[in-house]
Nanobody
Framework: QLQLVESGGGLVQPGGSLRLSCAAS???????LGWFRQAPGKEREGVSC????????NYAESVKGRFTISRDNNKNTVYLQMNSLKPEDTAVYYC?????????????????WGKGTLVTVSS
């Protein structure tokens, strides 16, 4: 059982930056890791995904060029650097893990989920 705990959310003005972290209780090298988000009244959507050694990453079109996913397997942690934030980025952000090596992180196919951290982009 892998436990995931997100941190780093908060209130930020449009154009600002935040860095989310997700610490895992166990060894993450066996897992593909992803970030997802769910805005009020909307379905959960994928934001970004990174393979086990970080060789492959992908991003939702809405965040390309603004968000960067990375991982530190020595610290069992995955990060999401979010720049040029927009009000439409407001959501609860979740990290999730899928055992194995996958180029995509399907929202309905992840094995473990964190409880989320709220990001609010507002002036």
């Amino acid at each position: 059982q892998l436990q995931l705990v997100e941190s780093g959310g908060g209130l930020v003005q449009p154009g600002g930056s935040l860095r989310l972290s997700c610490a895992a209780s166990g060894f993450t090298l066996d897992y593909t890791l992803g970030w997802f988000r769910q805005a009020p009244g909307k379905e959960r959507e994928g934001v970004s995904c990174i393979t086990n050694f970080g060789g492959t990453t992908n991003y939702a079109e809405s965040v390309k060029g603004r968000f960067t996913i990375s991982r530190d397997n020595n610290k069992n942690t995955v990060y999401l650097q979010m720049n040029s934030l927009k009000p439409e980025d407001t959501a609860v952000y979740y990290c999730a893990a899928k055992l194995g090596v996958f180029r995509r992180c399907p929202v309905d196919g992840m094995d473990y989920w964190g409880k989320g951290t709220l990001v609010t982009v507002s002036s």
